[in-house]
């Protein structure tokens, strides 16, 4: 079945960097576009970041300029990449994979979720 597994959160402060993966196994990843969502303590699950089959980007307003999304389809693997964190980064961030929605960021089209890592940014 459809599996996915995030990794690399943790606690940085404030500036510092993260990357996150995420491994993918039980379908063809490459027929199948990507995103990255996040719920910050106690707010609704908001969409990060998207990239299509192709590798067509795009990111929600608050992260622009400081994440990059991109995939490894040879590893099966979808990143994403958090320079200059804020404290309003802190989150567990998910990855999730849809069949025909590509580059959506509302979540309510998206298949598949993976269970989340944490990521905490101190000031």
């Known amino acids: 079945q459809v599996q996915l597994v995030e990794s690399g959160g943790g606690s940085v402060q404030a500036g510092g960097s993260l990357r996150l993966s995420c491994a993918a196994s039980g379908y063809i990843y490459s027929s199948y576009c990507m995103g990255w969502f996040r719920q910050p303590p106690g707010k609704e699950r908001e969409g990060v970041a998207a990239?299509?089959?192709?590798?067509?980007?795009t990111y929600a307003d608050s992260v622009k300029g400081r994440f990059t999304i991109s995939q490894d389809n040879a590893k099966n693997t979808l990143y994403l990449q958090m320079n200059s964190l804020k404290p309003e980064d802190t989150a567990m961030y998910y990855c999730?994979?849809?069949?025909?929605?590509?580059?959506?960021?509302?979540?309510?089209?998206?298949?598949?979720w993976g269970q989340g890592t944490q990521v905490t940014v101190s000031s």
């Open positions: 990239i299509s089959t192709r590798g067509m980007t």
């Open positions: 999730a994979a849809t069949r025909a929605y590509c580059l959506s960021l509302s979540g309510g089209r998206y298949n598949y």
